[in-house]
C-alpha cells in the first residue's frame, strides 16, 4: 500500500514538474504580454497608443544592436564587457571626424565602425590567442576605450560640425516608424538565420556546449571566438552610430548605460525557447520586455532610479531562470 501512495505522489510530482518545464522556457514572452495588457489597462492613453509602440521600436534599436551584438560570443561561452566603451567611442570618434576634422559623414561613419570591428578584434585575440579570461580581457579594453573618449573629446560634448544627412539615418521615417526599427529587423533576421543554419552558429554552440569536445571534432575554436567577437564589436559600434546620429551629439561614456540592459536581455533570452541557450529572438523578447516594463513604470510616474531597478531585477531573474533551465 505504502508503495503505491510512495508511486503515485512520484508521479504527480513528475508530472507538475513536467508541466512547469514545458511553461517555463516561455516565461518572458507571457510577462511581456501580460505587461503590455496591465499597462494599456491603466494607461490606455498613452501605453496603449500606436505613439508609444513607435517610440519604444525606435528608442529600443541602439540596444537591440548591443543585445544581439553580445549574444554571439554568449553562445559560444565568452563575454563581452567593452561594448559600453565601444558604443560610446565609435559614436564619439565618428562626430569627432566630422566636427573636428571635417570628413565627410558617410567616410566617418566607416572610420567609426572600424573602430568598433578593431577592438572586438583585439578582445578575440586576446582571449583566444594570449590566454586572457573573456571578462578580464574586455573588461580592460573597454577601460581603454573610455579613455581614449575622454581624451579625444577633452570631457566636452561635440554637437557641432555634424552632417544633416548622418542625423537623417536615424531621423528619416517610413511607413511611420523611424529607419533605426528597419535596420534591427533586418540584423536579427539575418543574425537568426546565421546562428541557426549556418555551420559558423553550429560551431558557435558547440564551442559554448563543451570547448574541448568542440575542438576534438575540428572546430577551430579559438578562430571562432575571435570572429564571435568581432561581431559584437561591430555591431556594438553600429549601436554607437545610431545613438550619436539619434542625440545629433557625443560625449564620453554615453554607452555605459546600455552594458547592463543588453546583458539583461541576452539573459533573458537565455531562458526563453531554448533551454538555457543564447538565441536572437529570445535577446529580443528581453529587450523589450525590459522596455516594456521600464516604459509602464514611468507613465505610472516612477522616478529615474526605477529602470535600473528593473533591469537589475530582470537579469537577477533571468540567470535565476538559464540555472532552472539547464538542470531540468
Known sequence: MSSDVAARRSG????GQSAVSRVAPYGAVLVL???IVVFSLLRPDSFATIENLRAILSEEAVLAFAALGITVPLIAGQFDLSIGGVIGF???LAVGLMSFSGLPWFLAAVLGLLAGTAVGLVNGLLIAYGGIHSFVATLATGTLVYGAQLWYSRGEIIFEGISPNYV???RTEALGFTLPVFYFVVLAALLWF???HTPFGRYLYAIGGNKEAAEV???RVKRHIVYSLTVSGTLAGAAGLMLASRTASAQSAQGDTFLLPAFAAAFIGAASFRRG???VVGTLVGVFLVAVLVTGAFQLGAREYVAPLITGAALLLAVMGNRFLVSR
Open 12 to 15: 504527480t510530482r513528475g508530472r
Open 194 to 196: 546565421v546562428l541557426a
Open 217 to 219: 571534432a575540428g572546430v
Open 90 to 92: 565609435t559614436g564619439l
Open 168 to 170: 537623417s539615418l536615424t
Open 277 to 279: 541557450e543564447f538565441n
Open 33 to 35: 504580454l501580460l505587461g
